[in-house]
């Protein structure tokens, strides 16, 4: 999939990170696809680098240039199905939530993001 393509931020995502919108609103990209298409430059706000933890705001163009083969088979990799048990456990371990954030007591076996050597992660539950 190749996406180039601008964007403007809708009222509804100010103040929104834009890791989170670029999931929300173009694609279910992983969290290192993202990481990685920013500091390479192929995602910007206004024409300049900026880090994935950037908070939209309501003037800003979002610009894409990116490359995405979702058809490799490893790309399952990146979204690990959760059983309704264990994300009942999880939900029983959350302390507080809110729209921008939450407080979890995370169990020490499971990682919080996806990587090479743990499929399930809190994220993906």
């Known amino acids: 999939m190749k ?5 403007q931020v809708e009222d509804e995502f100010i103040n929104t990170r834009l890791d989170r919108w670029l999931k929300a609103k173009v ?3 992983s969290q290192s ?32 240039n990116l490359f995405y083969d979702d058809s490799k ?3 399952d990799k990146f979204s690990y199905n959760a ?10 371990n959350i302390i507080f939530e809110n729209h921008d954030y939450m407080v979890l007591n995370k169990p020490s076996s499971i990682a919080v993001q996806s990587g090479t050597k743990s499929p399930k992660n809190i994220i993906d539950i």
């Open 33 to 64: 696809f993202i990481e990685k298409s920013i500091r390479a430059g192929r995602i910007k706000v206004n024409n300049k680098k900026i880090k994935s933890s950037y908070r939209l705001q309501g003037q800003d163009t979002i610009s894409l």
């Open 73 to 75: 088979k490893d790309s």
């Open 27 to 29: 694609h279910k990209f």
């Open 3 to 7: 996406i180039i393509e601008d964007f």
């Open 83 to 92: 059983t309704l048990e264990e994300f009942k456990n999880i939900k029983k």
